[in-house]
């Protein structure tokens, strides 16, 4: 499951539970046509609380997606995870599509304000690597 939402940064991106190779071609080629008709600059807030490690396939068509992000005037990327492995993968995928410096990683695990955190990023320059520690995420 993906969604592509235009917000007044940019674009809200959701992605959810399972996140296969036939639907990444879909993702693709929807944002292909919303980038199309979009700003020249624009941040991205990815939230994939919800997703689960993807397949080989999946992950090197995100990838090609997210240098299309990056061609076609993605600024900054913030991407919301609640898995460590689901974080490990991403990272590698922003490292080997040349996106990894204008992307920053958000485990609601260990970040309450994780939204926010993400927003100041995208809209501010605010590196959340490089500043306090995120306040906790209260115990479940």
Excluded: H
């Excluded at 959810?16 to 944002?31: D, M, P, Q, Y």
């Excluded at 689960?52 to 990056?70: C, D, H, N, T, W």
């Excluded at 992307?103 to 994780?114: L, N």
Aim: proline letters at 7%.
């Amino acid at each position: 499951m993906y969604k592509i939402e235009p917000r007044e940064f940019g674009y809200y991106l959701t992605f959810g539970e399972v996140f296969n190779e036939n639907e990444s071609r879909l993702w693709l080629e929807e944002s292909k046509s919303v980038l199309s008709k979009g700003p020249n600059s624009f941040g991205v807030f990815v939230d994939m609380r919800t997703l689960q490690p993807m397949s080989f396939p999946a992950q090197r068509i995100l990838e090609k997606g997210q240098r299309y992000y990056k061609e076609t005037g993605m600024t900054r990327s913030v991407v919301i995870v609640d898995s460590p492995i689901l974080k490990r993968q991403l990272e590698d995928l922003a490292k080997e599509s040349g996106i990894y410096d204008w992307e920053r990683y958000v485990a609601t695990s260990v970040c309450s304000d994780w939204e926010q955190v993400g927003l100041e990023w995208i809209i501010n320059a605010v590196d959340p690597d490089k500043t306090k520690t995120p306040a906790p995420a209260p115990a479940p």
